[in-house]
């Protein structure tokens, strides 16, 4: 459904929510070993995150990746959005470029209704609902 790209954004967010308090940054070696992602490709990740103001970038020996206050309180409609772009919340299940009521492909309805669904979880879903489960131990980041 996402891109994998999406995929390491998010969970480098939810990773850095986990993060406790006076620790709240980590290096992208670090980030990318939580999460199960290649080094350079979390890298050019979260750099794109940063340039979006999600994500904070210190440089030097105590540097690292930690979420800004714009990113703690963005929901995760946000995250996929600066990733893979809104497609998924608009764009049509065959890949018609006009889709509509008034010109609907033979899923659009099905189809919205989930992507509505989608929609609305994405939107009032936080990084801390995320990490909340994660930190609970009843989710995952990785395997």
Do not use: W
């Not at 050019?44 to 030097?60: F, P, Y």
């Not at 939107?123 to 990490?131: I, R």
């Amino acid at each position: 459904m996402f891109s994998k790209a999406c995929k390491y954004a998010i969970n480098s967010m939810v990773f850095l929510a986990t993060l406790p308090e006076g620790k709240e940054r980590a290096g992208v070696k670090e980030i990318a070993f939580a999460v199960n992602s290649p080094e350079a490709f979390t890298g050019k990740i979260l750099q794109m995150l940063v340039r979006e103001n999600l994500l904070l970038s210190v440089k030097g020996p105590n540097g690292g990746f930690l979420i800004s206050e714009e990113g703690r309180k963005a929901p995760l409609y946000k995250i996929v959005q600066v990733v893979d772009g809104d497609s998924i919340f608009t764009g049509c299940a065959l890949g018609l470029q006009e889709c509509s009521e008034k010109h609907p492909c033979a899923v659009h309805y099905k189809f919205k209704a989930i992507r509505d669904h989608l929609t609305g979880m994405m939107m009032t879903t936080s990084l801390q609902d995320m990490a909340s489960g994660i930190q609970a131990g009843v989710s995952f980041l990785k395997t």
